[in-house]
């Protein structure tokens, strides 16, 4: 079965930056569109960013467009997520998956943005 194992989340302040990692195993990771999904409390997961198989097409959520950037290494099975100018809506838990997505999730890292 596919594994997906994210890193790089924490606490950051206000204006902050934060760069999420996503290892992914078990599937031919270069053939899938990928996309990064967060959950805050309360609150089902969504969308934030995505990408194409190859990496040359994006997209975004518009609350996160000019301040997340999503980007991908095929050659490492790996994708990547630069966060900048983090504000308190974008507290949450992080996950990555095929941007449609399987059923095994990996356990999402927390980024709480707070002073």
């Known amino acids: 079965q596919v594994q997906f194992v994210e890193s790089g989340g924490g606490l950051v302040q206000p204006g902050g930056s934060l760069r999420l990692s996503c290892a992914v195993s078990?599937?031919?990771?270069?053939?899938?569109?990928m996309a990064w999904y967060r959950q805050a409390p309360g609150k089902q997961r969504e969308l934030g960013a995505g990408?194409?198989?190859?990496?040359?097409?994006?997209n975004y959520r518009d609350s996160v467009k000019g301040r997340f950037t999503i980007s991908r290494d095929n050659a490492k099975n790996t994708m990547y997520l630069q966060m900048n100018s983090l504000n308190s809506e974008d507290t949450a838990v992080y996950y990555c998956?095929?941007?449609?997505?399987?059923?095994?999730w990996g356990r999402g890292p927390q980024v709480t943005v707070s002073s």
């Open positions: 990408i194409s198989s190859g990496g040359y097409r994006t």
């Open positions: 078990g599937s031919i990771f270069a053939i899938y569109a």
């Open positions: 998956n095929h941007q449609t997505p399987s059923d095994y």
